[in-house]
């Protein structure tokens, strides 16, 4: 059984990762979610560790209204929150209609029961 998805220093497409989010909030056992230099917005990049089921760390709101997007997320893959506006400007390039797309480049590790581990490079 799935137990820790790590992605590292990967980069997708506006549209590309909701149904990877939709995966994980559905899931019938808890999964921790490790990201770790994941670029999905211009401005910055996402490094977390969550727990899904877990509540998320404490919300932080920025001048221009939108919520961290670490507890966007966190909150989302746990089935606490909606798909708010904070995930559709980094994930479906809500404010980003125009910026150029790279495809997606990096590693996924995927950690099963029995300490093995599953190494996959983009």
């Not at 590309?16 to 670029?39: C, G, K, Q, Y």
């Not at 919300?59 to 221009?64: H, I, K």
């Amino acid at each position: 059984m799935l137990r820790h998805l790590k992605l590292r220093g990967l980069y997708a497409e506006p549209g590309t990762w909701r149904i990877v989010w939709d995966a994980i909030r559905h899931r019938s056992s808890r999964l921790t979610v490790e990201l770790a230099d994941f670029e999905c917005h211009e401005l910055d990049v996402i490094n977390m560790t969550h727990l899904t089921g877990e509540e998320s760390q404490e919300r932080f709101e920025a001048e221009n209204g939108r919520m961290d997007i670490v507890y966007s997320l966190a909150t989302y893959l746990s089935g606490l929150g909606d798909w708010d506006k904070t995930l559709r400007i980094w994930f479906d390039g809500e404010e980003d209609s125009d910026r150029e797309s790279v495809g997606s480049v990096g590693s996924v590790e995927v950690f099963e029961q029995g300490d093995e581990d599953m190494d996959l490079e983009g």
